[in-house]
Structures are given as C-alpha cells and as structure tokens.
C-alpha cells in the first residue's frame, strides 16, 4: 500500500521560504510511470494544485505560484520535496503530498494526511 | 482557464436519502478528466469518481457519476452515515493544471 507523509516546520515567516519533504513508503519514486504532487487547501483559495514532478525529470508547476516554487527529488530517500520562496499570509494552509493513478486519468489516487504550515511574524 | 461552480454549497439531507451533487464548468470541457473527491474533517480527500464515471478502487456502487459539456454530477444513491461530508469535484485541462470546485457540503 502506497503511503506518504509529509514533513517540515509548521510555522514560517513572512518574506521566509517554506520548506517541505514527502516521504514515500510501499513504493519506489523511480518505479512506474506517476506523477507526484504538492497541493495546498486554505480558506481562501480552496484546493489549489501546487506543481508536479515525474522521475523522467519532467516538472510542472500552476502558473499562479511558478515564480515562487520549486519541486525537486531525492531518490536515495525515496522524497521529493517543495521549496515556495517569499511566503506571504495567503501561503498559510494544509499542504498535501499526492499521487497520481499512473493511467492518465489525472487523478490524485494517493494523498498524505497533510501538514499545516502558517506564515505569520 | 476553466472555473468549477458546485452547488448547493450545503446539502442536507437524512440517512437513506439520495443525494444529488452539482459541478458546473465556466466553459464546455470536451474530455473526460472530472473526478469526485469526499474529504472529510482532518482528513485527506479520498478519490471516488474519476474519467466522469468511473468509480475508484474500493468505492461502494451507490456513488456514481454523470455528465458531459459544462454540467456534471455526482450522485450518492442511499446515503449512509459515514457518506457526510464535504465533496468536491476536479477537472484537468490539456496543459497541466488541475482544477477544483469549491466544494459541497453534506451535512445530516
């Protein structure tokens, strides 16, 4: 069974960088043909679809925040992790680490539990 | 960019009731890429619906999903107990972006 947890501080100050680390378990990063996401949920934007990466080395990030997120990998740990850079109030939310069916139906099958990041002074 | 509209934003409803849950979309979308999503209280959203129709692994046959062009539905047949809670639907577009609704609460 597929797991994946989310870690990293769950206080951050403004103008800061948010940094955070999925780790997965029950499968290997560089097996299969998936994407795994980063999505945030706050009050104020709903659901919001961070970015993407696949071990192919593809990356993809919603244009709304693409100036300020990076997404990389670590495969020797089996992680892969969000940077947002500049982090404001609306940056504060529930961040979720995702994966998806592997079929294309682009569908997030597997979700870690989330972890709660404020940005607040 | 295409916007998701859900309604009713609270849905309340009884135990054994059926339920009837919209997702309008800003522009016809000529795929197939809507799913349905049940997240309840300090939980993840569990996938339940995906490709319009399609129910997920595990998901009981009494959610069902329907639609094409803008309107589309998600439908809980009897419901039970452990079915309230907050649903939404999700649509991904042919450049990678996913799509949310804003949600629908099903309350008791």
């Known amino acids: 069974q597929v797991q994946l947890q989310e870690s990293g501080p769950g206080l951050v100050k403004p103008s800061q960088t948010l940094s955070l680390t999925c780790t997965v378990s029950?499968?290997?990063?560089?097996?299969?043909?998936?994407?795994w996401s980063w999505l945030r949920q706050s009050a104020g934007k709903g659901l919001e679809w961070i970015g993407r990466m696949h071990i192919t080395g593809t990356i993809d990030y919603n244009p709304s925040v693409r100036r300020r997120v990076t997404i990389s990998v670590d495969t020797s740990k089996n992680q892969f992790s969000l940077n947002v850079r500049s982090v404001i109030a609306a940056d504060t939310g529930v961040y979720y680490c995702?994966?998806?069916?592997?079929?294309?139906?682009?569908?997030?099958?597997?979700w870690g539990q989330g972890t709660l990041v404020t940005v607040s002074s | 960019e295409i916007v998701l509209t859900q309604s009713p934003g609270t849905l309340s409803l009884s135990p054994g009731e059926r339920a009837t849950l919209s997702c309008r979309a800003s522009q016809s979308i000529g795929s197939s890429y809507v799913a349905w999503y049940q997240q309840k209280v300090g939980q993840a959203p569990r996938l339940l619906i995906y490709?319009?129709?399609s129910r997920a692994t595990g998901i009981p046959q009494r959610f069902s999903g329907s639609g094409s062009g803008t309107d589309f539905t998600l439908t809980i047949s009897r419901l039970e107990p452990e079915d309230f809670a907050v649903y939404y639907c999700?649509?991904?577009?042919?450049?990678?972006?996913?799509?949310f609704g804003q949600g629908t609460n099903l309350d008791i």
């Open positions: 995702a994966r998806d069916d592997g079929r294309g139906w682009n569908v997030f099958e597997y």
């Open positions: 490709g319009v129709s």
């Open positions: 999700q649509y991904s577009e042919r450049s990678p972006l996913f799509t």
């Open positions: 029950g499968a290997s990063i560089t097996s299969g043909n998936y994407y």
